[in-house]
């Protein structure tokens, strides 16, 4: 008998669909198909699907490493279980011509008097703001809106049902490339076995049951899709990166839009919304605000007390454009918890928790969205 190392091996073959611009490319910046930055999409979502059960964020990086690779250090170097393939299908396009879908009115820029345009509000970086012409640019190309490509993952068998996990959680709130976490580069999946969940939470004493069949007991997932924990439970942690969705006593922290006839509409209404939550929370002059909870630097309003004011921490909010199970384009916004990274002034500002059970409240009265799963 040949024994090789494809023995006991699993293939899943998928489609990868672009929803929006997604800016992904190389040290040059310009658009390009490549597997790296998948295979750090996979590893991200492997931390929200299984982050929750590692004590410390060692044994985390530990069991992430063991599946997807390390190089830690040469005593702990790992190669990947997981091998993974991208080609382009028929008609996947990069462009460089500009891109619109609305203006916004920042009550920070000329008192609200000038407006601001969606793209380069959510897109900063990669979009630009000519400060001469008074006019945005687009400094790099992207892949186009609608353009697909196969994605195939080789496994250990022991190791799909973890990677299925993944790749749900992935379709229904992964984004990938620069200003990611702002809509850019979100994407849908389909393909051979693969079922798209809902965007809605079960309860942890729900995550299994046992069902019977020829006498063999299988453990499978209730009838609703993600696992969430409980977000006071979540901040009590004190883990400061994150590990699991989280949800409050009206479902999962996720918010959701009505379907969308293209990209476009899509990204405008994240764009609004985005703004309101962020300039209708408080900010002094000088000094820490609650603003600063949602993402940081903030013009005008760095911290030295936060790495001298030169660190950086992204926003624990995802913005994203999806497709729902009637296959329809929604626009998502999805809150990821966990503790700060950065010391923050709880008896001036209240808790972390607080703060953001305000933005949560926002949320639910705004009537472009509405929560996933949970009362209306």
């Not at 489609?15 to 790296?36: I, K």
Request: proline share 5%; aromatic share 8%.
């Amino acid at each position: 008998m040949i024994i090789t190392r494809f023995h006991n091996m699993a293939q899943l073959r998928l489609t990868v669909e672009f929803l929006t611009p997604t800016f992904l490319g190389g040290a040059n910046q310009n658009a390009e198909l490549r597997a790296a930055p998948f295979k750090n999409l996979l590893r991200q979502w492997w931390r929200v699907t299984k982050g929750s059960s590692c004590a410390t964020h060692q044994e985390m990086l530990k069991q992430e490493g063991d599946l997807f690779g390390s190089v830690l250090d040469d005593s702990q170097a790992s190669a990947s279980q997981v091998r993974l393939t991208l080609i382009p299908e028929d008609g996947f396009n990069t462009l460089e011509e500009e891109f619109s879908f609305g203006d916004l009115r920042h009550p920070n820029v000329n008192g609200g008097r000038t407006p601001v345009s969606s793209a380069l509000y959510l897109g900063y970086g990669p979009i630009t703001f000519n400060r001469t012409s008074r006019t945005r640019t687009q400094s790099r190309r992207y892949i186009a809106p609608g353009s697909k490509a196969s994605l195939t993952f080789t496994l250990p068998k022991t190791h799909e049902a973890t990677l299925r996990d993944i790749l749900a959680y992935i379709d229904a709130f992964g984004t990938i490339g620069s200003r990611c976490r702002n809509g850019y580069g979100s994407l849908a999946l389909s393909g051979e076995g693969f079922l798209r969940q809902k965007a809605v939470a079960f309860s942890a004493d729900k995550v299994a049951q046992e069902t019977r069949s020829g006498g063999v007991v299988r453990r499978v997932k209730s009838a609703t899709a993600f696992a969430a924990d409980d977000i006071a439970r979540i901040f009590s942690q004190g883990k400061q990166y994150p590990t699991t969705p989280g949800k409050d006593g009206k479902g999962l922290l996720c918010w959701e839009s009505e379907p969308f006839q293209g990209w476009k509409p899509a990204m405008q209404a994240l764009a609004e919304t985005y703004l309101n939550i962020r300039t209708k929370t408080d900010i002094p002059p000088q000094g820490m605000g609650k603003r600063h909870i949602l993402g940081y630097p903030i013009t005008h309003h760095n911290l030295r007390e936060w790495d001298g004011g030169a660190g950086r921490m992204p926003s624990q909010l995802r913005l994203m454009v999806k497709r729902n199970t009637a296959n329809q384009l929604v626009a998502r916004i999805l809150h990821l918890p966990h503790k700060l990274p950065q010391t923050w002034n709880e008896r001036a500002l209240g808790t972390e928790l607080s703060v953001w059970q305000d933005i949560h409240k926002r949320l639910d009265a705004n009537t472009t969205f509405h929560r996933c799963g949970g009362a209306q």
